[in-house]
């Protein structure tokens, strides 16, 4: 794995990025979306994103790999301390240590902004099939990830029952006067 970077997505990575996503969206249950966004739709949620939060892509050899973002968790102020994460990789570079690199780069990150408490929400299949196994909770749990809880039967796609679960990583100390999370600051 020559020529590796990863960077803060851009506007202009959108195309790339949504190739990505779309593979996802029209072949697996690893996204309960149906419909491809529009890339239009998709660049509006890459700048809602970054407002608040680091939305990184990896490159290898210049082309974009994979992709990882943090979003809020509930999105009620006592929770500013916790966030989601979600990462895709291109298909055809799963478990080659991208997904790794680029999710130890935005947990660093979201240590720096004072953030706590990680989340994903994950897919999960009662038994694997052709469109879901069970590859996104172990790649949270070989990166310290802890099952929290499950949802049964809550995705319906491809006409089929999928749970959900979430998986929660602790990051940084809980204290009684907890300083406020350092989220960037935008010219209004």
Same mark, same amino acid.
């Given at each position: 794995?020559?020529?590796? $970077?990863?960077?803060? =997505?851009?506007?202009?990575? =959108?195309?790339?990025?949504?190739?990505?996503?779309?593979?996802? /969206?029209?072949?697996?249950?690893?996204?309960?979306?149906?419909?491809?966004?529009?890339?239009?739709?998709?660049?509006?949620? $890459?700048?809602?994103?970054?407002?608040?939060?680091?939305?990184? /892509?990896?490159?290898?050899?210049?082309?974009?790999?994979?992709? =990882?973002? *943090? %979003?809020?968790?509930?999105?009620?102020? =006592?929770?500013?301390?916790?966030?989601?994460?979600?990462?895709?990789?291109?298909?055809?570079?799963?478990?080659? %240590?991208? %997904?790794?690199?680029?999710?130890?780069?935005?947990?660093?990150?979201?240590?720096?902004?004072?953030?706590?408490?990680?989340? *994903?929400?994950? *897919?999960?299949?009662?038994?694997?099939?052709?469109?879901?196994?069970?590859?996104?909770?172990?790649? #949270?749990?070989?990166?310290?990830?802890?099952? /929290?809880?499950?949802? #049964?039967?809550?995705?319906?796609?491809? %006409?089929?029952?999928? #749970?959900?679960?979430?998986?929660?990583?602790?990051?940084?100390?809980?204290?009684? *006067?907890?300083?406020?999370?350092?989220?960037?600051?935008?010219?209004?």
């Amino acid at each position: 794995m020559n020529n590796i $970077i990863i960077r803060d =997505a851009l506007i202009e990575d =959108a195309p790339q990025i949504l190739e990505i996503y779309s593979y996802y /969206v029209e072949n697996t249950a690893i996204t309960f979306e149906y419909d491809v966004p529009t890339l239009s739709e998709f660049q509006n949620r $890459i700048r809602k994103t970054t407002e608040r939060y680091p939305y990184f /892509v990896i490159e290898q050899d210049g082309i974009i790999q994979g992709y =990882a973002y *943090a %979003g809020p968790f509930v999105g009620r102020t =006592a929770y500013d301390w916790s966030c989601e994460l979600t990462i895709y990789l291109n298909h055809a570079a799963k478990k080659c %240590g991208l %997904g790794r690199k680029l999710y130890e780069a935005l947990e660093d990150r979201l240590k720096e902004m004072g953030i706590l408490n990680l989340y *994903a929400c994950i *897919a999960f299949p009662m038994a694997e099939d052709e469109y879901l196994d069970k590859n996104s909770a172990d790649f #949270h749990s070989h990166l310290g990830f802890k099952k /929290v809880g499950e949802f #049964h039967k809550c995705g319906y796609k491809f %006409g089929r029952w999928y #749970h959900m679960i979430w998986m929660e990583k602790v990051i940084g100390r809980h204290q009684d *006067a907890q300083p406020p999370v350092k989220f960037p600051k935008f010219p209004k």
